[in-house]
């Protein structure tokens, strides 16, 4: 080992810390099968999503305290949890002592084996791995008994599905007996660490490459090789051992072959999750009081409305459906069948009779097995302000909905056209209903600090959404623009950091589809409320959009431009009132509150108030809150800064972090 003592001395103390984590982890799994245990004995179901989320929260304040990141916290506690889930469910299935065989496609370290690995560690059994050359080997290998489970991928987040496995599984006699997820983390690895320029192979299997498209458009003098999975990539760039080859796999396979790791995390999306399943010759029962889910394939009846009736028959039984794939009928051009996954267990009578039902109503089901669920929905939140008392909720006028009668045709966003009010989801926060959602953050992000600084802050006080200006409209050419595309990295980050969803604003057609990446909801300025072609991009997209009233609009042309981007396809708009021109100049705009009502009545979209731009001065920020509450808005947008006074845009009407906590605790009185 080289360096000084002082390095080795740290070192130590390094491993001596790390192995105190892994023994808390292993007393908290002795636990976590004491509760299993308790839990077997009152059946009571072994998932319970309200004390992870309080798990979570608790962990993650820790974290805080702690000046530790609460993003890292929770991802790793997202990992703990998970795995302390599996190992109570797999207590309630049998499994043999024996060690088990399994069976993956492609080489060692590939995903495949990766994700193998992670499920029978989460099954608490041993087990011995094997790589075969194919899909179709694999499910060989588990018809003759040489392997005990097969594991393969079904789809990811990005790519989509991976028809091959869908078709083996229609074919096959084979079971579904469990699914397994993976996070990509495909790193760029080569024998040495040689600039990325003097790369002249880079080696990849062919998901791989189309998940790092982007990334290898930065080398482009670099040929491209398909090689069958990310370990094979990797085992042949280290036998090659040629210092212009590279390979893309996981980080795992890189270490396992001796290679360097040039660049991590060269996926273009953020986040891509490949999901697997499980097979075995034979289905497996699963405990009711496991979370699992059932797949099956199905052939609907040559009559119109077929697959909805089907449909129907899942959602009237209580089923919630999480993946329907189509695929052509083979011998039968243009004809389909489907392949569904949904929430529930072939051991549970209901179950029994919802496919009793969907048989006589399908033209062909096979139950290819129920297994324990790891891939459930999240369920969207809507927004509360912590503690409202019963006087505060009594002080809500909920305006009556009352059809207006109307002389024009009707319109997507009128009220008549839909009865019910329309819940726009951003990120897991619901905007709409009862629910009343707080978004607030700089009105331009400055610097990496204090968007941090306000993102804890506002997250701390309350809020749902951060906010966080990139692109600046402002009425001066020479005045402050705002960071571009880096601060849109900047208020990504922060959010990420935090657990909050985040609204910037799109300024031109051409920002539309990169920023609909990472932004979770999409801003229209006020100045830009009748840029039609920009709404009519947005109405292409499928990403929430918060549309601001113009700074002289009517409430008419106002829901006209809703209207654009509705009718392109995109039904996920929340109004926005951030006040108008008038004669008065004692405020920077009047903020129109009789906008709600009449919104109410008029359409079914959800409306928020900005009182930060519909005052222009922070002391009005906080009565004209809890005015937008008493008059039944849906929500806030609010504009929070660490020093107001040196804001590079909108200084006068910015509140500080304790103003903020301050109104917060107003709104809940
Ligand atoms: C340990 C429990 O079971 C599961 C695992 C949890 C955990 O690891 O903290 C939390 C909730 C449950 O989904 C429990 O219910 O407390």
């Known amino acids: 080992m080289s360096g000084t003592p002082e390095l080795a001395s740290l070192r130590a103390e390094l491993d001596d810390i790390d192995r105190t984590l892994v023994e808390l982890i292993a007393r908290r799994l002795d636990t976590v099968t004491a509760v299993g245990k308790a839990k077997a004995n009152s059946a009571t179901p072994v998932r319970d999503v309200e004390r992870e989320r309080a798990v979570l929260e608790a962990v993650e304040a820790v974290a805080r305290r702690h000046g530790v990141s609460g993003d890292l916290v929770r991802r790793v506690f997202r990992e703990i949890i998970g795995h302390a889930v599996d190992r109570q469910s797999a207590d309630l299935i049998a499994t043999s002592a024996k060690t088990v065989t399994v069976g993956f496609p492609g080489a060692e370290h590939s995903y495949s084996h990766l994700a193998a690995a992670k499920h029978l560690a989460g099954r608490g059994e041993a087990a011995g791995f094997t790589g075969y050359g194919s899909y179709a ?10 392997c005990d489970l097969a594991v393969l991928p079904i789809e990811d987040t990005t790519a989509g599905s991976i028809n091959q496995v869908y078709d083996l599984l229609r074919l096959r006699e084979i079971a579904v007996v469990g699914e397994e997820t993976w996070r990509m983390n495909h790193c760029l690895a080569a024998v040495g660490d040689v600039p990325l320029g003097a790369l002249t192979h880079v080696l990849a299997d062919p998901r791989g490459l189309e998940q790092c498209a982007d990334f290898l458009r930065s080398l482009p003098a670099a040929i491209t090789v398909h090689i069958a999975d990310g370990g094979e990539a990797m085992r042949a760039v280290a036998e090659r051992a040629d210092a212009s080859y590279a390979a893309i796999g996981s980080p795992e396979a890189a270490d396992a072959h001796g290679l360097t790791v040039l660049r991590p995390g060269i996926a273009d999306a953020e986040e891509t999750f490949t999901r697997f399943v499980v097979l075995a010759a034979t289905p497996i029962e699963v405990d009711a009081r496991v979370p699992s889910k059932t797949s099956l394939v199905l052939t609907t009846r040559h009559e119109e409305g077929a697959l909805l009736r089907c449909l129907e028959i899942l959602a009237g039984s209580g089923h919630s459906l999480t993946k329907l794939e189509s ?11 489907f392949f569904v996954d949904f929430e529930g267990n072939v051991a549970d009578p209901r179950t ?13 089901i096979k139950v290819l097995g129920s297994y324990p669920a790891k891939v459930t929905r999240t369920e969207p939140q809507p927004g509360a302000v912590p503690q409202a008392s019963a006087e505060a909720l009594e002080a809500v006028v909920v305006a009556p909905v009352a059809a207006v009668a109307s002389k024009k045709a009707k319109r997507l966003v009128d009220r008549e056209t839909r009865g019910e009010d329309t819940l726009v989801r951003v990120g897991d926060v619901l905007v ?17 600090d204090q968007i941090r600084a306000t993102a804890r802050a506002v997250k701390d006080a309350g809020a749902h959404l951060l906010r966080g200006g990139v692109f600046k409209p402002r009425t001066s050419p020479y005045a402050f623009q705002g960071l571009g595309w880096d601060g849109l990295a900047l208020l990504a980050e922060a959010g990420r950091e935090v657990g909050l ?12 589809q990169r920023m609909a990446l990472s932004a979770d909801l999409l801003q229209v300025g006020a100045r830009n409320m009748q840029n039609f072609d920009l709404l009519r991009a947005l109405g292409k997209v499928d990403r929430p959009v918060l549309l601001k009233r113009g700074l002289s609009s009517t409430i008419d042309e106002w829901l006209g431009a809703a209207e654009y981007i509705l009718a392109a396809g995109n039904q996920q708009v929340i109004l926005c009132e951030r006040g108008i021109r008038t004669f008065e100049s004692a405020t920077r705009n009047t903020l129109d509150l009789s906008a709600v009502p009449v919104l109410h009545e008029r359409t079914h979209l959800p409306v928020i108030i900005d009182p930060s731009h519909g005052t222009g001065n922070r002391r009005y920020v906080a009565p004209m809150s809890r005015a937008a ?33 301050a109104l917060m605790a107003g709104l809940s009185r």
């Not at 695929?327 to 069948?337: A, C, D, N, V």
């Not at 929500?635 to 972090?657: C, F, K, R, W, Y």
């Open 501 to 512: 969803p985040i609204v910037t604003e799109v300024m031109a057609v051409e920002q539309v």
């Open 432 to 448: 709409g209903g009862d629910g009343f959602v707080v978004m607030a953050g700089p009105c331009s992000v400055e610097s990496a």
């Open 629 to 661: 509450r008493a008059v039944g808005s849906h929500g806030l947008l609010i504009e929070v800064h660490p020093e107001p006074d040196t804001a590079l845009s909108d200084a006068d009407q910015s509140i500080d972090h304790a103003q903020f906590a």
């Open 352 to 364: 029994q009779l919802m496919l009793d039902e969907l048989r006589s109503a399908a033209l062909y």
């Open 327 to 337: 695929r052509p009928r083979p011998g039968r051009p243009f004809e389909y069948l």
């Open 137 to 146: 080997d694999v499910l060989a290998a588990l018809e003759t008994g040489e």
